[in-house]
């Protein structure tokens, strides 16, 4: 069953040029307990997406349309007051840089025992000692919870923000590119330790990346967006084995593969459209090495094919 469904969300940003269509009439849904990964390169929609899920976007962007249906609920009619009730507690969301994401003049522990005393009625004591319980969860002593942001490593205040995102046992957690700018060994253990709360917390997830290793590891189905739009969603080893549109194969064949063969890896040339002015078609039609008349024309559809979901006139 799906907790998550985007339907026809449209989120523009407006600008002294026209409006930018940051996220461009998009569908898809996450069903319980599942992780779907959202990829694609800088400025392609994702975090816009996320934002939008947590009804975060802020001037100049605005949601245009659509809706987003979480539990059978859409989150874009619901009143501030249900949407601070929904978020921390049900929905909940881990930003990339933590540094700026953390209050700099609160303990960590605080920060984790004031979101839980917003969502539950319990006593002080009961919420630090609550907090403490999270730092242990996430691989961080007990003993740092009187620890400021700034004394605490990059790796440890990442952990810090996962442990307050799930502090409220929330049914979906939203992580926005969570181990961006870390060092790989950091990295690997952050990642080990999201996929060990997955588990643990019966999570269901949206993860937002561009390294497709990274999605490759967490992920059970995934969706690429290319400007603003949707090009291909799939489950995550039969888009990885046998990607159809050709935006995927070429971000595929532009990463370097740990486990596969190895291989030469292959830039895709030039850069993602402007979104104030993108072009007429196939938005990827300019960079697209297959691309014919049709594409620079008629964009296409999103249809059904091999059971993945494409947009590309030429994929049969
Ligand atoms: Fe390439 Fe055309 Fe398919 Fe777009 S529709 S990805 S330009 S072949």
């Known amino acids: 069953m799906a907790i998550l469904e985007i339907k026809d969300l449209k989120v523009h940003y407006l600008t002294k040029e026209g409006p930018a269509l940051a996220v461009d009439s998009i569908n898809f849904s996450v ?19 996320a934002r939008a899920i947590m009804k975060f976007v802020k001037e100049p962007g605005k949601i245009m349309g659509g809706e987003i249906i979480f539990k059978g609920r859409d989150i874009l009619t619901m009143s501030d007051k249900e949407l601070r009730t929904l978020r921390g507690a049900e929905l909940t969301i881990v930003r990339q840089e933590a540094q700026n994401a953390l209050n700099p003049v609160m303990t960590i522990g605080d920060q984790i025992a004031e979101v839980i005393r917003e969502h539950e009625h319990i006593d ?11 730092l242990d969860l996430v691989g961080i002593s007990h003993h740092r919870a009187k620890s400021f942001p700034h004394e605490l490593s990059g790796g440890m205040r990442q952990r810090g923000m996962i442990a307050i995102a799930t502090a409220c046992n ?12 870390l060092d790989v060994i950091v990295q690997r253990q952050l990642l080990t330790l999201i996929n060990d709360l997955r588990e643990k917390l019966n999570l269901t997830a949206l993860f937002i990346a561009h390294d497709l290793s ?32 050709p935006y995927t194969q070429a971000l595929i064949n532009s990463y370097p593969s740990i486990r596969g063969e190895k291989k030469n890896l292959v830039s895709i040339p030039g850069s993602p459209p402007r979104l104030v002015s993108p072009p007429k078609g196939c938005r990827f039609h300019p960079r697209c090495s297959f691309a014919i008349d049709r594409c620079r024309e008629e964009a296409p559809e999103i249809r059904e094919v091999d059971g993945h979901s494409v947009a590309c006139h030429i994929v049969k």
């Not at 630090?128 to 319980?133: G, H, L, P, V």
């Open 170 to 181: 929330p049914d979906f957690i939203i992580m926005d590119e969570p181990i961006t700018g």
């Open 214 to 245: 990274v999605i490759s590891e967490t992920c059970d189905d995934v969706v690429v967006m290319y400007a603003g739009k949707i090009m291909e969603k799939a489950d995550v080893v039969s888009l990885y084995k046998h990607p159809l549109h």
């Open 124 to 134: 002080k004591r009961t919420a630090w000692e609550r907090a403490e319980n999270q």
């Open 31 to 49: 069903k319980e307990n599942k992780t779907v990964g959202l990829i694609g390169e800088s400025g392609c929609g994702k975090t816009t997406t």
